[in-house]
């Protein structure tokens, strides 16, 4: 994760194979709920840190993340898989969202996301997926218009990396042994 960016904008030809490694995500029932908000340069990107930090960033501890010159907002969205399913070759009728163990809309959402990263990885670039929280997803709606049906799961800043990031605090925690993660047979 890179949390320090040049201005620099990102190839177009980059970000078009970036976008497209994300859409070839797998999907539950091959529903593929998910939609992408493309924010590039700097009159997109500074309407949507306004709507996401509209304070302090001048004392935000990574203050070269806004220099991001693409913002990518993955939104899910729970009414294409209820749709999905109540079709012929699933036969829930009753498009009750309690029949999913887990929400897929947002895992698959994340899937997409995760191969966006390693795309945009795999293109030299740098990225970071962040939370947007609280009223912010509001705000984030509005600014954009994302409809109502989609959910904003996130945010991923795309570009290329200033080379001066400072370790993450959350670092130092290191990772976790595998025989802490990783369980044969039996946990």
């Known amino acids: 994760m890179v949390r320090s960016f040049r201005a620099d904008p990102?190839?177009?030809?980059?970000?078009?194979?970036?976008l497209?490694?994300?859409r070839r995500a797998p999907s539950a029932g091959f529903t593929q709920g998910w939609g992408f908000?493309?924010?590039q340069g700097e009159e997109d990107t500074a309407?949507?840190?306004?709507?996401?930090?509209?304070?302090?960033r001048e004392e935000f501890g990574y203050p070269r993340l806004f220099d991001a010159p693409v913002i990518v907002v993955p939104c899910s969205n729970e009414s294409a898989y209820l749709d999905r399913y109540a079709?012929?070759?699933?036969g829930w009728t009753d498009r009750d969202p309690k029949r999913w163990p887990v929400p897929y809309w947002h895992i698959d959402t994340g899937f997409?996301?995760?191969q966006l990263q390693l795309a945009a990885v795999n293109e030299g670039?740098?990225?970071?997926f962040f939370g947007i929280f609280g009223e912010r997803i509001a705000a984030v709606r509005a600014a954009f218009g994302i409809p109502a049906t989609f959910m904003p799961i996130g945010a991923i800043?795309?570009?290329?990396?200033?080379?001066?990031?400072?370790p993450s605090p959350s670092l130092k925690r290191g990772h976790k042994p595998v025989d802490e993660v990783v369980h044969f047979s039996r946990w």
């Not at 800043?157 to 400072?166: E, F, K, R, V």
């Open 10 to 18: 990102v190839e177009p030809d980059a970000l078009e194979r970036i």
């Open 20 to 22: 497209h490694a994300a």
């Open 37 to 39: 908000l493309v924010l």
């Open 47 to 56: 309407r949507f840190w306004d709507a996401t930090f509209p304070n302090g």
């Open 87 to 90: 079709e012929p070759d699933k």
């Open 112 to 114: 997409a996301s995760m």
């Open 125 to 128: 670039l740098g990225c970071l």
């Open 157 to 166: 800043a795309i570009g290329h990396p200033a080379g001066d990031d400072a």
